[in-house]
């Protein structure tokens, strides 16, 4: 195994495949390195993407919960109505 696309070009570079086959493997390496970092930093956004929903989300059920309160509907009679309409109450 190895840890670095700069450790397989050596190893490469020890064995006996012809210039033309060995450039053509470090070539691969190289290419599946750059988009494993591309692929890398787009989970990372996409994670992040998600982290800040979350965020938005819990603030606007904090919100909505503050209004549902204010108006005295509680969550037992928010289940009874959608009960009713087939929808589920979260």
């Known amino acids: 195994t190895w840890d670095s696309t700069s450790e ?15 450039n053509r493997l470090k ?7 750059y988009l ?3 692929l890398n930093d787009r989970y990372q956004k996409f994670d992040n993407s998600i982290e800040n929903q979350n965020k938005e989300l819990k603030i606007l059920t904090s919100k909505i919960e503050k ?5 005295g509907i509680t969550k037992e009679v928010l289940k009874t109505y959608y009960a009713k309409k087939t929808v589920r109450a979260d």
């Open 8 to 22: 397989v070009k050596k190893l490469i570079d020890k064995t006996n495949l012809s210039t033309n086959e060995k």
């Open 27 to 33: 070539l691969y390496f190289e290419q599946r390195a």
């Open 36 to 38: 494993e970092t591309r």
């Open 67 to 71: 209004i549902y309160q204010k108006h």
